[in-house]
């Protein structure tokens, strides 16, 4: 399960965030076939999403998927880190500077 999230939903997140925009009728085509795939990627991660009851926390039996998710898997040392991988690569597709850790990055001048 975790090399689906690390593996399909991150990668997803990375690409769609270094897509380019077109700048012919040739990249802008590939693009819609991009956006499309993309799209579908991102429905199911939402309907994923919104399989937890998110009234409850994890301390209560049940909780949000990323509550669940961090304390499955990025809690535990045999599992890799999925929750903090997603929400940096959600983050970064808003535009937003995190460093791998999820801290904001300085920008040096």
Known sequence: FEAIFAGFYQR???LLRKRMNATDSTTFHENLVFDA?????????VDI??????????AQGNGG??????????CNIRHSD????LMIELCR?????????????????
């Open 49 to 58: 999403m919104c399989l937890h009851d998110h009234r409850q926390t994890v």
């Open 93 to 109: 597709c808003t535009g937003s500077r995190v460093d791998e850790d999820g801290d904001t990055m300085e920008l040096s001048l």
């Open 65 to 74: 998927c990323l509550e669940t998710l961090f304390a499955t898997y990025d």
């Open 12 to 14: 997803a997140l990375a």
């Open 37 to 45: 795939g993309v799209e579908i990627i991102l429905e199911s991660l």
């Open 82 to 85: 999925v929750a903090l991988g």
